[in-house]
Every structure is written in C-alpha cells, then in structure tokens.
C-alpha cells in the first residue's frame, strides 16, 4: 500500500479529465490525474482485431440489463476511440424535459451561453467541418439516398486532420497516423508540460474525507495485459477531486465511497441516458445504387465500400426541428461500425426468428462490403438506473481486457420506445425508397439496447431532487468534489455529445479554479487553447469571471 | 463436438467428410468451426475457457430435456445437443439465449465469441488471417492491407456534394 499527495486529484483522462487537468495546471495547481486504463502512443494502435491489440486494450464493453455500453478505457479516454463527430447540440436539447416534466438542464445553460465554450474547445481541438471532398463512399450514399427521398444532409464538424486520414476506419481502435485529433494530440500534452502527473492502470476504489477537510482516493493498480488482476493497491490525498471516469464509472466510484463520504445527492447512479441510440444496417442493392443514386466509384463499383472510411462524416438533421414534440426528434448519422461485437447484432432484415444468428445471418454476412449503418440519437427518458456496485471498478470483468458484465439497469419507458420506433421507421422509408437496401435494426434483445455515448448518470441541474451536481458541477452535499464528463450531461442530446462534454467541462473549470483558491491552492484561470491561440480565451473571459463567482 | 455443434449453429458451415456429426451442413462454404471458433474459445483471454467444462454438460442436459419435451428420439452415439437436428439447436439456442432465461449470460457469450470467430477471427492477427485465407474475414470481403500491415485507401469519396444543406446550419457546421 503506497500513499501520497497532490493538489488536485482527477479520475480519468477522457474529455472531463483532460480538460480540467490542463487548465488547473497551466494555473499552477499540482495536478495528478488517475487513469484505469493503459497509456498507449500512435505506434501502439493497431489495424488488428487480434485479443490484446489496441482494439481490446483501449476500450470496454460493459453488458449491463437491458443496456450496453461501449467507452473509452485508456490515457485519453473516450477521445482515443470515438469517431471525431463534433457537432454542437441543437437549441432545443437545452429546453427539453425529459423525464421530470419540466426544464431539466439548469436555467443558465442554454445554447447561446455554451456556444462561447464550444468555441474554445473547436479552437482547442480543433473541430473543422467537413466538405463533400472529405465525406466517404458511405456518407455520400446516405447524403445521395437522403436527398433521393427529399431530405436534407450535411458532412459533419469532425476533429479530424483530413491531410493525414488514409480512410482505414480502424480508428475505434486508436489512429496511428495521428489524423484524429484525440486528448493525445492536444489537452493532455499541453497538461504535461506544465507539470500535471498522468499515471495509468489506476483504477480508482473509493473517496473518503480526510480530518482536514480534503479528500483520499483510494485506487488499485491494474495489470497491463489482464485487467482482471490488481498487482498493488494505494492512495493519495488531494484538497480537489475531480471524478471524470465516464458515465458508466464515476457514479459507481460515488456509490462505493457512500460509506465513507455519507449518503448521496438522489441523482447519482440514476437518470442514466443511452443519448437515445439505436443502430441499423441496411444491406444494400448495388444495381439500385448505380440506377436509382446514380453513384458509382473510381474503380467501377457502385458502391462496397463499407470497410473504406473515417466513422460517420454525413447527417440528417432534418428532424431536429424544435417545433416538433419531444421524443420525436433525432438526428441520422450514417456510421461505420467494424466486424466483432457489432456484427452479430446486425439482424437480417425481414428474416424469420432468429435474425440474429443462423443461415439466413451467414449470408448478410457474405454481403458485408454493401452494408451501410445508419446511427439514430433520439431522446430517451433517462431511465437507466445503477444497481449496486460491483467489488471493483464499474463491472465484473470477464474477459482479460474489453468485456465485462456491469449493474446498469435499462428499461425503456414508452416515450422512449416511441422515439426509437419512428427514427428507425424514418430510416428505413428511406433507405427502402426504389429498392435501394433493406434494413433492419440492431436487435436488443441479445445485450440489450447499447450506447457508445453514456451520459446523464449524475447530471447537473438547478433541483436537488433530480439532479447530482449544482449547476457548476460540485457534488451536491460534498464541496470540493467535482465531476466533469458525460455523467453530467442531464439528457440525450439527439446528436454526438463529445463537443457538449467538452464544452461542459471547460465551463467548469473556472468555478473549479476558484473552490480550489478556496482551499488554498496557489493556481489561476487563464490558460489560453494547447497550442497558444487565444480567441477562444478572449470570448469566455466575462463569462469565466461571472463562473468562479467573482 | 457439443461446443462445435453450438459454433456451427451461429454461423453454420459446410460437413468437413460426409460423417461430420457436430456440422449440420445446412450452408455452403466454412463456417464458425471452419474459421476456428473452438481455438478461439480456448484462448484464455477470451474469459469464458473454464466456464467451457461446465457449459458443455449443461448443453447436453437442456437438449436432454428439449428432445424429452418435444419426443424426439435422440442417436444415443452422440452427444444429446449434436444429436439435435439444426434446427432444433437453432430453437433452443434461441430459449437459452431469451431475455430472463438465467443462464442468458453464458450462452450469450459464447454465441459472441463464435460470432466473431468467424467475423475477426480474434484468435488471429487479422493481416496474416487474411493472407492465410481465413474463411470468415475472405467471406466477409475484408481487403488485404498494404506490405506493412496497415490499410489505407487513397480513394474513398465520390467527391461530390449529394444533397443540400440543412437550411439552418451554423457557420460551425453544427445544427442550430
């Protein structure tokens, strides 16, 4: 058992992690950020499926009841394995109710007062949009079947570096040719030069309080190649806690300290969102394709491109339409998802039970190259709720790396199933139009509904009854505790949330500075973007000031 | 031949010789078992490897009871789940796999590591599985990647703008 000491102590080094380590180091704070997962460098990620490639270090896939969940699980966190789909939320997500019936986000949150973070974060990242030079075979054929059908379609903002992609869409497992713009690439180096301290395959336990009024964070030191097995166990102490594990982790670590911290805010481990997922795979008529799309490559083919390409680089926002009742507005992304545990969720569309696995499934498999998936965000019910937690980390792990069995409970309510019924009628309309495909969605009824976008699991929010954090992120009832990822994004937001999370997290940061003066750390808010640009510095500075409560 | 009978079901093959008990031949072309889901189960990084003495007997116990049920006379020869008929294994790996059914877990598993066997042959370095001619990832159309190992695609567009804009798109290129 080894102990120490730091500052400011963060838990995980995804978007919320990063972030805040960045910004409280440039200020001068000790920073020391653990991290439950390896630290892996351009050369480690893979082109391989192979069990112990970046594929199965880098992430984790926790099978829960009625929902899965699909997250980072290394330095960088969520950044590392996520497709670099930046866009903003629409206006509407910050008005929505959701399951409490009345405003859920906190009052002073509304699009016009994050667009300045967004800001910051595109600067910092940076997001660029995308033009129809960058944008796939298969976002050009989804844009090409949304317009056939009389809809609109636009390449998204993506943090990619378009000069360097070489469309292998191996980046799930990592990018080795550094085109995506991870935490690697930006906050987490910019944090290391001013000193923050990031150590890997620490799984954190538990936090108690100490005599002092700060906090120990008690962790066990996890094996690089089984992460089944703890080799050490220890402890540091910090006046600052900053949980930022992701929304499947951090409200686990919070119902494991409740003895020690005492009890609770109400909305820790509940209100979980699955950002209203839901995929589908069409299968598609390549002679419809060339006749109806008039679409055709360089090499003749019309279109068999669905292992070429860089994740989803084309949505359908034409149903994120205010006007429109909540739980029936979504957005439609068109997606690609590698072979493994996404393949045999695939059903075969219009087949006979079982769909999901058998002959008939073989031979959709055998068309594998014409399959276009087609990702729906709609907006969910926040109806997920955590059990209790596991003896370690989020999950009961069962393979060496990846797969883990965790406490999550989904049950989706009508408003949800209603949401997820016309996204995947919308999307089938359309990708049936003239023959084009035949589609079908995702079954859930092998591992549940499944997310690769957590959210909502200790949400900020003005009530304490429903909500986790203040609106400034602090832990209801526990000063000097801090949580900055996708656990306190209070809903789903019908697109993809890593821009919101990011966004959220550099809002935070400014209270975060001032409660650590507070508490007698020697630190200041100021930084400007990683690589020294300070437009996006300029834009915030009234607002920061009025955050850290000056 | 019990796990392989299971493998074959999720995605069934071709009879290896004409007495292939554990194939149930109902498709042309290799399937799971071809494409080594059994080497693929007994790779400890997988986690399931020492639950496999277990689920095997607890296979043959439940096509015990399902032929009981259904009165289906059973080759005694073999084990009770290969003595099954395809689609007989098809019906009760839809039972055992069914939502509330308490061993969900275990067959769902092993459902997914049969599954990928077959479609990225974890048990393998996916470039030399694809030199070597792995039935699955060959099947699936997955393309060969360059000398050193990793792919790219210098062509990957139709380079050309395929629908408008949403009309109230941001000068971020995000929805407003």
């Given at each position: 058992m080894t102990s120490d000491k730091t500052e400011v102590l963060i838990?995980?080094?995804?978007?919320?992690?990063?972030?805040?380590?960045?910004?409280?180091?440039?200020?001068?704070?000790?920073?020391?950020?653990?991290?439950?997962?390896?630290?892996l460098e351009s050369k480690d990620f893979d082109h391989d499926f192979l069990l112990g490639s970046s594929y199965t270090r880098a992430f984790d896939f926790v099978v829960g009841d009625g929902m899965s969940v699909l997250g980072g699980n290394c330095v960088g966190g969520g950044s590392v394995v996520y497709f670099a789909a930046m866009p903003r939320a629409p206006r509407f997500v910050f008005e929505r109710h959701g399951s409490i019936g009345r405003r859920m986000w906190p009052a002073e949150i509304t699009r016009d007062t994050l667009d300045p973070w967004y800001d910051r974060v595109s600067e910092s990242i940076p997001v660029s949009q995308q033009d129809w030079n960058d944008v796939t075979y298969s976002g050009g054929l989804w844009a090409a079947a949304c317009h056939h059908s009389g809809r609109t379609a636009n390449p998204t903002p993506v943090a990619i570096d378009n000069a360097k992609c070489t469309n292998c869409n191996w980046m799930m497992g990592g990018c080795q040719f550094d085109a995506k713009r991870s935490l690697l690439t930006n906050y987490l180096p910019a944090a290391l030069a001013h000193g923050a301290t990031i150590r890997p395959l620490h799984e954190v336990q538990k936090i108690e309080r100490t005599d002092d009024g700060g906090y120990?964070?008690?962790?066990?030191?996890?094996?690089?190649?089984?992460?089944?097995?703890?080799?050490?166990?220890?402890?540091?102490?910090?006046?600052?806690?900053?949980?930022?594990?992701?929304?499947?982790?951090?409200?686990?670590?919070?119902?494991?300290?409740?003895?020690?911290?005492?009890?609770?805010?109400?909305?820790?481990?509940?209100?979980?969102?699955?950002?209203?997922?839901?995929?589908?795979?069409a299968i598609l008529n390549e002679d419809k394709v060339r006749e109806v799309l008039g679409l055709s490559r360089e090499d003749g083919l019309a279109y068999e491109a669905n292992q070429i390409g860089k994740g989803p680089t084309v949505a359908c926002w034409d149903r994120l339409d205010e006007n429109l009742p909540e739980y029936s507005r979504y957005s439609m992304e068109q997606l690609y998802f590698p072979p493994g545990l996404g393949t045999i969720l695939a059903q075969v569309p219009g087949g006979d039970a079982p769909t999901w696995f058998g002959k008939e499934k073989k031979e959709i498999l055998k068309r594998w190259r014409s399959w276009l998936t087609i990702f729906l965000m709609t907006e969910d019910d926040n109806e997920g709720v955590f059990g209790s937690?596991?003896?370690?980390?989020?999950?009961?792990?069962?393979?060496?790396?990846m797969l883990g069995r965790?406490?999550?409970?989904?049950?989706?309510?009508?408003?949800?199933?209603?949401?997820?019924?016309?996204?995947?009628?919308?999307?089938?309309?359309?990708?049936?139009?003239?023959?084009?495909?035949?589609?079908?969605?995702?079954?859930?009824?092998v591992v549940g509904a499944y997310t690769v976008h957590p959210l909502a699991s200790c949400r900020i929010g003005d009530d304490a009854g429903t909500s986790a954090l203040h609106p400034n992120h602090e832990l209801r009832d526990h000063p000097g505790i801090f949580v900055t990822d996708g656990s306190a994004v209070p809903g789903a937001l019908t697109v993809n949330p890593a821009m919101t999370i990011a966004a959220l997290a550099e809002r935070a940061?400014?209270?975060?500075?001032?409660?650590?003066?507070?508490?007698?750390?020697?630190?200041?808010?100021?930084?400007?973007?990683?690589?020294g640009a300070t437009s996006g510095r300029r834009g915030v500075t009234k607002l920061a000031l009025s955050l850290a409560g000056d | 031949m019990t796990l392989e009978a299971y493998a074959d079901t999720i995605v069934p093959g071709e009879k290896r010789h004409p007495d292939d008990h554990a194939i149930a031949g109902v498709s042309e072309g290799p399937g799971s078992v071809e494409a080594g889901a059994i080497e693929l189960l007994e790779t400890e990084a997988t986690g399931v490897t020492a639950g496999l003495d277990f689920l095997v007997p607890m296979l043959n116990a439940h096509a015990k009871a399902y032929a009981e049920e259904h009165e289906l006379a059973l080759d005694p020869s073999l084990p009770e789940f290969v003595a099954l008929s395809y689609e007989d294994r098809v019906q009760l790996i839809v039972k055992l796999t069914k939502n509330g059914h308490p061993e969900k877990d275990g067959?769902?598993?092993?459902?997914?590591?049969?599954?990928?066997?077959?479609?990225?042959?974890?048990?393998?370095?996916?470039?030399?599985?694809?030199?070597?001619?792995?039935?699955?990832?060959?099947?699936?159309?997955?393309?060969?990647?360059?000398?050193?190992?990793?792919?790219?695609?210098?062509?990957?567009?139709y380079g050309r703008q395929l629908a408008e804009l949403h009309p109230d798109t941001t000068p971020s290129g995000s929805p407003a």
């Open positions: 838990v995980g080094s995804g978007f919320g992690g990063a972030i805040a380590a960045y910004h409280l180091a440039a200020g001068g704070a000790k920073v020391t950020v653990l991290e439950r997962g390896p630290w120990r964070v008690h962790y066990n030191v996890i094996d690089d190649v089984d992460y089944r097995v703890h080799t050490e166990s220890g402890s540091i102490e910090a006046k600052i806690v900053i949980l930022a594990a992701g929304a499947g982790a951090t409200p686990v670590i919070l119902q494991r300290s409740e003895e020690s911290l005492g009890k609770m805010p109400h909305g820790v481990g509940r209100y979980f969102s699955g950002n209203g997922e839901r995929l589908n795979t937690p596991p003896p370690t980390g989020n999950a009961f792990r069962v393979s060496q790396q965790g406490a999550l409970k989904y049950d989706p309510t009508p408003n949800t199933l209603s949401g997820w019924a016309k996204a995947d009628a919308e999307v089938k309309e359309i990708m049936e139009k003239d023959g084009l495909a035949k589609i079908a969605p995702w079954t859930n009824d940061v400014p209270g975060i500075v001032k409660a650590a003066q507070n508490r007698g750390i020697d630190v200041k808010y100021g930084a400007p973007s990683p690589d | 067959w769902v598993s092993l459902a997914l590591f049969c599954n990928m066997a077959f479609d990225s042959a974890p048990h393998l370095s996916t470039a030399q599985a694809i030199a070597d001619g792995h039935p699955g990832l060959l099947a699936m159309g997955i393309t060969k990647p360059d000398a050193d190992g990793l792919w790219r695609f210098p062509n990957y567009s």
